[in-house]
């Protein structure tokens, strides 16, 4: 297993771990750490993982941001790599093939917010704290919050969230659709291997393709988005899975997934 310096990557059966793991900087994102999170997943993917869960190490952050530190003087190409960079890592989550669920236990600020919302799903602890703080730095968020945000909570709040740069308890945050649950601080970490444990006894190929259908709902008409799904939902049928699936209701037994 590869050896990072600002990132843990562990696994309990199928369920692979990627922690960001920089308490001193409250786990904020420097090149470095982003880099490790692109080779973390490529060992998730090639490990097998059928579901994978983000969080940050230590008591009080999931991720504070991108590097202030780091970012402070950046030319505009400069800050244009580091977009780019920031870009990818949060297409490559949206795009792993398997669920990835986001584990919020402490600030999720400006980066660290864009990380969560690149996620198939998030929960947050009770003592959370959420925002994408960007405008009180004078930028606006760069790593994909401008764009995802507003697909997850509605245009209206939003904005409200990005002109303000508001930082939201997990009560709100959950108001807002921003996370899908809030659980007390001492069971986030059983509650989100509870759901990635049963996400990961699905049939995997299917949860690939509800991903992979899901992720387009928002990117092409209704039309050409139907027969994307009409495509991804005829090409399970003949998988062992599905033949699976479906003998075993008749059979009025459990299914044995791949
Ligand atoms: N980038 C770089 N360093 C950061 C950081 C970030 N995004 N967020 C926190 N840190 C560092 C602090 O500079 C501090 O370093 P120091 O110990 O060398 O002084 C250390 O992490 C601890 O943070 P501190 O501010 O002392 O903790 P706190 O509990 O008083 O406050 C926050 C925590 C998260 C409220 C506060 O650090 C904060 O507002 N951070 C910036 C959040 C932000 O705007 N992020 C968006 C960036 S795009």
Redesign the pocket.
């Known amino acids: 297993m590869s050896d990072w310096e600002t990132i843990r990557l562990s696994f309990a059966d199928d369920v692979a771990t990627l922690t960001v793991d920089r308490p001193?900087?409250?786990n904020?994102l420097n090149v470095d750490t982003l880099e490790a999170i692109e080779e973390a997943l490529d060992e998730a993917e090639s490990e097998g993982a059928r579901a994978l869960i983000l969080t940050g190490a230590g008591e009080?952050?999931f991720v504070?941001?991108?590097?202030?530190?780091y970012m402070k003087d950046l030319s505009t190409p400069e800050a244009q790599a580091y977009a780019e960079l920031g870009h990818r890592v949060a297409n490559e989550i949206e795009a792993f093939p398997a669920p990835v669920v986001a584990a919020i236990n402490g600030?999720a600020?400006?980066?660290g917010c864009e990380l969560a919302l690149a996620c198939d799903l998030r929960v947050a602890s009770e003592d959370a704290v959420i925002g994408q703080?960007?405008i009180d730095?004078g930028i606006v968020p760069g790593w994909g919050g401008t764009q995802r945000l507003p697909r997850l909570v509605g245009d209206e709040i939003a904005r409200r969230l990005i002109f303000f740069g508001e930082r939201i308890d997990a009560q709100d945050a959950h108001e807002h659709g921003l996370v899908g649950a809030v659980v007390a601080d001492d069971q986030l970490d059983d509650h989100v291997a509870d759901l990635a444990e049963e996400l990961a006894a699905k049939p995997r190929t299917a949860l690939a393709a509800a991903k992979e259908a899901l992720n387009q709902a928002h990117e092409t008409s209704l039309e050409s988005g139907l027969r994307y799904e009409r495509r991804l939902w005829s090409g399970l049928f003949g998988t062992h899975d599905q033949r699976e699936g479906m003998d075993a209701f008749v059979e009025d037994r459990e299914p044995e997934f791949e």
Do not use: H, V
């Open positions: 001193d900087r409250l904020a009080d952050a504070a941001g991108a590097d202030i530190g600030y600020f400006g980066g703080t960007e730095l």
